[in-house]
């Protein structure tokens, strides 16, 4: 998982890798573990690619402004 910030620019929050077939309740992050740096560049890079081929680029999220006690507008429910 990622979580784009919505400005284009690198990720500001930690991304999560589970291995769902030992760990489906994705109690163990595995984006930090070196033997997983290949599988995650390669996610990384399939990313990329099905956001360009489905006209996911530029990034059209509105900007993260952190959690907040109120909903966020409609349009983005």
Do not use: W
């Not at 599988?39 to 996911?56: C, F, I, P, Y």
């Amino acid at each position: 998982m990622a979580y784009p910030h919505g400005d284009g620019g690198a990720l500001r929050h930690k991304e999560e890798l589970y291995n769902l077939a030992i760990d489906p309740e994705e109690q163990f992050n595995l984006v930090d573990i070196s033997k997983h740096t290949q599988k995650l560049a390669e996610m990384r890079d399939e990313l990329q690619l099905v956001l360009k081929n489905s006209n996911g680029l530029p990034d059209k999220m509105p900007i993260d402004q952190g959690i907040k006690s109120e909903l966020p507008e409609a349009s983005i429910r």
